[in-house]
């Protein structure tokens, strides 16, 4: 009966509540971005261009032409770290996984950005190397403490290793923080009944239903 | 001969001596007295190009109003104030430095940059135009109004300026 009430919840919830921590698209920046003024001194080369041309087009999801410019401009500026990560960012986004990691294996680890390193943690979660995912995340999370998107992810990936423990205690911690978010709640409450805690589901369930 | 501070011969030695200190002395601070302008100029060099934007305005707004005007200083000034997060300066500054060279399309081109950094998109992308009317197919122009554009959400007419610039068509 627990289970059912406890299914029951989470079908409903589920359906009602916005997901938190929805991802960004490449490009995401492209408007927000620090307008740090070009250097006219000289003219513009044809792989700043190229850049932004394909920067543009991955934010378009014109990923097939995002990734040809992004080559050609690697061509020509092999060592350009931030092509190279953006590029892996391409086909991440267009789940060709292997490439993705293939071309963030290809950084210097002390050159990749913190959201390069949580994407290739994402990678790692999507083919169920749950371990290596856990270890990037727990890395990141040493450094920045306080991000609470960050440590969602790693609770969730906890509980889909079979770590409920860990991954409840991640969630709780998470909910210190951010008392009201009743997405994180509701999958708190889900690796609650997979750990057969019902009791503590319905309750936390209960929770996110409000007034 | 003995050495002898009474004697004519060392009198006269420390006499050049002494003029000669006191040259190299005084020669430096005649000079930043007589021409202050200068001195800020170069220090405001120095900081730009050690980065240091902040002390950079310093230096050359005190330049600028103890009389130097020149096309470097003024440029040199913009782009500092925009780096410093100052664009409503840079604006101020480049407006006077087209003043003075209206047919310059670099000028319009940073006037245009200033115009962007602070958000001011709609006059920024007229001002590019202005450039792009002085230095017809300007690339960096054209760079720069794709960048306009994009912020602007107008993806598709970016795309075709990046294309025009690399000579593609996409």
Redesign the interface.
Known sequence: MKVFICTFFMIILWAAVPVWGQEERPGEN??QQE?I??D?TE??Q?W???L??AR??S??ERYE?SITHYRKVLQEKPDLIEARLELARVYYWMDETDKAEELFASVPKDRLTGEARLELAEIYAMRQEYDRAVEVYEAYLQEYPGEARVRFRLARVLSWKGDYQSSISEYERVLESRPGDNQVRRHYAQVLMWAERYDEAIEELEKTLGD | MPFSLRSAKTRQYLTFAFILAASLVLTPLAYMHFNPEEVFWRKGQQAFAAGDYEEAVRYYSRALQDGKVSYMLLDRLG?SY??TGSPEMGVVVFLKLRKKHPEDP?VT??LA?AY??MNDSRKALETVEDALDLKAGW??AL??K??IL??L?E?EK??NI??R??GEE?
Request: no cysteine.
């Open positions: 492209l408007l307008r003024p070009p006219f003219d513009i044809d700043q261009a190229r932004e041309l543009l087009l934010y378009v032409q | 782009d925009i780096s670099y081109l940073k940059l962007w950094a690339r960096n760079f720069l794709a960048g994009t912020g959400g993806f970016a795309i990046y294309g610039i690399l996409l």
